[in-house]
């Protein structure tokens, strides 16, 4: 079974910036396509940013995000990153990375995807 790990949360101030990986053991990450969620407290866990399989050519992101947030894969280190920039108080959540696949073909990413597979997640908290 694909275990995801999140990394990289933490304490930043707004205005600042964290980079989120996640990883694999055991699994080649370049047949799955990979979202990132977040779920802040009291909240629904929602949708942040996915990247397609294989190659990464497509990504979506929530609209909260667009412009502040990239998401990439490394399928050479089997990792898919959040780089997440001019963060928030309202960006603070726990940040979870799940997985849709495997894909024999390249598969594109929707939120709305059967994500099979789930990281435990990493605390994200933006405060002064």
């Known amino acids: 079974q694909l275990r995801l790990v999140e990394s990289g949360g933490g304490l930043v101030q707004p205005g600042g910036s964290l980079r989120l990986s996640c990883s694999a053991s055991?699994?080649?990450?370049?047949?799955?396509?990979i979202g990132w969620f977040r779920q802040a407290p009291g909240k629904e866990r929602e949708g942040v940013s996915c990247?397609?399989?294989?190659?990464?050519?497509?990504?979506n992101y929530a609209d909260s995000v667009k412009g502040r947030f990239t998401i990439s894969r490394d399928n050479a280190k089997n990792m898919v990153y959040l780089q997440m920039n001019s963060l928030q108080p309202e960006d603070t959540a726990v940040y979870y990375c799940?997985?849709?696949?495997?894909?024999?073909?390249?598969?594109?990413?929707?939120?709305?995807?059967?994500?099979?597979?789930w990281g435990k997640g990493t605390l994200v908290t933006v405060s002064s």
């Open positions: 055991g699994f080649n990450l370049d047949v799955y396509a």
């Open positions: 990247i397609s399989s294989r190659d990464g050519s497509v990504t």
């Open positions: 799940a997985a849709d696949g495997p894909h024999r073909f390249f598969s594109r990413c929707v939120f709305s995807a059967p994500w099979g597979s």
